[in-house]
């Protein structure tokens, strides 16, 4: 994994963000997706990919300079890459086998942005 720091994230808790300090590809677990659907926030540029197959993202909205994005439809196996340029930080990726509706994403969202995620972030 890349050099990294922690850092406060999109609900305003201390420590649950990571700062990637160098661009680097973090590599996460492998997962096997069928119409799958993930999301995350992010303050920078990323990409993501599952095994070679691109994922790409949509914004669904930012609070102050955190974004958060998401995909749906996903049919891809293989581990999560996610590329990233320097000092870019991610927040709280969620990978889901099924289909998310944007009335989950906007509850999800919703929290984090007027509740700072009391509901959704553990």
Known sequence: MADYEFSTGPEGGANTAIKVV??????????????????????????????NTPVSLTL??????????YATGITASGAIAITVEANTEI?????????ISLDALLYYYEDVKNNSGAIVIP
Do not use: C, H, Q
Not at 23 to 36: D, R
């Open 60 to 69: 669904y909205g930012s609070i102050y300079s955190w974004n958060l994005y």
């Open 22 to 51: 160098a661009a680097s590809v973090m590599t996460l677990p492998v997962v096997s997706l069928t119409g799958g659907s993930l999301f995350l926030w992010a303050k920078g540029t990323a990409t993501l990919k599952i095994g």
């Open 91 to 99: 927040s709280d990726l969620r990978v889901f086998a099924e289909a």
